[in-house]
Each structure stands twice: as structure tokens, then as C-alpha cells.
């Protein structure tokens, strides 16, 4: 296993976190612990939607992991858009109580990155896959398998944030891009790929198994 090595809360939050506990501390010492409660229990979801715990990452080349927390919306056979090829499709929808860091389901090359301007129809719906605000990565795996990966903004998530670039090296499990509020994440894997994952599992970004490469 790769042992992960990311604060517990996500630096995407650090800036909302302290902002709203400092509106619960103010209105708690001006107006009373009563008028301050709802600013407090803001506090408690800002604090739990931002948490971004450690995974322990499987190293076995043949997997491929999660790239988000969620539930497992759609498995099945697809075109993929980016590459124009037959894919197996996963998607994986976040709600407002998933952990919305996203990770690397491979270790491997950035080929290329698309973002697409959209909409944000809810996340959980297939057609968010085609019309809403996106992120996609084309990645070359170490064993010369191409994953693409997108980010896909929900109905409330408004901010796709990307922090790898077109060469750049990842390991399977490296956290690379956070969503916030609800969204949406779509793996394309090639057509030999056979998944373990089922629709309706929930499953750990970094931690969970979604299938296997066959050669």
C-alpha cells in the first residue's frame, strides 16, 4: 500500500472554514449563543464537506482506483468523446457529504487536457456527462493504457479546480483537483476493461478498486 500524506482538511477550505467560524464567534459574542447556532451548525458542514482524510493507495499496476467519493451512477459500454473510441464508462456522483478531492486513477502521463464551458444540471443526471461546465485529463498509464478522467460541475458546484499540466507525471491515488458542492466524476477505460464496480456502490476515492486492465 502508498501511504497518503494530505492534511485532514483540504486547503480549498481553509479560507471557508475560518471565515464562517469567525461570523459564529462574532454573532455569539454580540447577539447570544441562540441567534449564533445555525452559523455554528454552517461551521460543523463547511468543516465536514472540506475533511480530505489519508488513503491508504493499492500499488498493484493492473488496478484501477476510484477518482472520487460517491455513489457509482452508471457502468456500461459508451463511446468516449475525448479519444473517440469504444470505452467502458464509470461515473461516480458526489453529494454535498462526499469527500470531493479528486485523485489519479492511474499512475501515469498527462497527454492532454480539455475544459468545456456548461451548464449545471445535477450531477447525478447522465446528461451532466455531455452538457455541464467539465474538466477532462487524457492519461497515458505506465502499462500504455489510455484512462481519461472528467470533472464534471453539479447543479451547485460552480468551481472545477485542476492542478496537474499537460507532461506532467502522476502516481495512481496523487490527489490532482477538488470540486466543490456536489459534482460529478466520469472514467473512459478501454473496452478490455472489466470493471468490479456495480452501480449503486459507494465507494473512496484513493482507496477503492473500480476494475482491473485485461491483457
Given at each position: 500500500m502508498?501511504?497518503d500524506t494530505?492534511p485532514?482538511?483540504a486547503?480549498?477550505?481553509?479560507?471557508?472554514?475560518?471565515l464562517?467560524?469567525?461570523?459564529?464567534?462574532?454573532?455569539?459574542f454580540?447577539?447570544g449563543?441562540?441567534w449564533?447556532l445555525?452559523?455554528?451548525?454552517a461551521?460543523?458542514?463547511?468543516?465536514?464537506f472540506?475533511?480530505d482524510?489519508?488513503?491508504e493507495?493499492?500499488?498493484?499496476p493492473?488496478?484501477v482506483?476510484a477518482?472520487?467519493?460517491?455513489?457509482?451512477?452508471?457502468?456500461?459500454a459508451?463511446?468516449d468523446?475525448?479519444?473517440?473510441?469504444?470505452a467502458v464508462?464509470i461515473s461516480?456522483?458526489?453529494?454535498?457529504?462526499s469527500v470531493h478531492s479528486?485523485?489519479?486513477?492511474?499512475?501515469?502521463?498527462v497527454?492532454?487536457?480539455?475544459?468545456t464551458q456548461?451548464?449545471?444540471?445535477?450531477?447525478?443526471?447522465?446528461?451532466a456527462s455531455?452538457l455541464?461546465e467539465?474538466?477532462a485529463?487524457?492519461l497515458?498509464?505506465?502499462n500504455?493504457?489510455?484512462v481519461?478522467?472528467?470533472?464534471?460541475a453539479?447543479?451547485?458546484?460552480?468551481?472545477?479546480l485542476?492542478?496537474?499540466?499537460?507532461g506532467?507525471?502522476?502516481?495512481?491515488?496523487?490527489r490532482?483537483?477538488?470540486?466543490?458542492?456536489g459534482s460529478?466524476?466520469d472514467?473512459?477505460?478501454?473496452?478490455?476493461?472489466?470493471?468490479s464496480a456495480?452501480?449503486g456502490?459507494?465507494?473512496c476515492?484513493?482507496k477503492d478498486?473500480?476494475?482491473?486492465?485485461?491483457?
Amino acid at each position: 500500500m502508498i501511504q497518503d500524506t494530505h492534511p485532514l482538511l483540504a486547503k480549498e477550505g481553509w479560507l471557508h472554514i475560518a471565515l464562517t467560524a469567525f461570523a459564529a464567534v462574532m454573532v455569539s459574542f454580540y447577539l447570544g449563543l441562540w441567534w449564533s447556532l445555525p452559523l455554528w451548525l454552517a461551521v460543523v458542514f463547511v468543516i465536514q464537506f472540506f475533511r480530505d482524510p489519508k488513503r491508504e493507495i493499492p500499488d498493484q499496476p493492473e488496478f484501477v482506483i476510484a477518482p472520487a467519493d460517491g455513489k457509482v451512477v452508471f457502468v456500461g459500454a459508451t463511446t468516449d468523446p475525448y479519444l473517440n473510441r469504444n470505452a467502458v464508462k464509470i461515473s461516480i456522483f458526489m453529494n454535498v457529504f462526499s469527500v470531493h478531492s479528486n485523485r489519479s486513477p492511474v499512475t501515469g502521463q498527462v497527454e492532454r487536457i480539455w475544459y468545456t464551458q456548461g451548464k449545471f444540471f445535477n450531477a447525478e443526471l447522465d446528461k451532466a456527462s455531455e452538457l455541464n461546465e467539465r474538466n477532462a485529463i487524457w492519461l497515458k498509464a505506465e502499462n500504455g493504457e489510455d484512462v481519461v478522467c472528467v470533472q464534471v460541475a453539479g447543479l451547485i458546484a460552480r468551481r472545477i479546480l485542476c492542478y496537474i499540466d499537460t507532461g506532467q507525471n502522476v502516481q495512481r491515488g496523487q490527489r490532482y483537483g477538488f470540486i466543490r458542492f456536489g459534482s460529478r466524476v466520469d472514467v473512459y477505460l478501454p473496452e478490455r476493461f472489466r470493471s468490479s464496480a456495480r452501480l449503486g456502490d459507494w465507494v473512496c476515492a484513493g482507496k477503492d478498486v473500480l476494475g482491473h486492465f485485461v491483457q
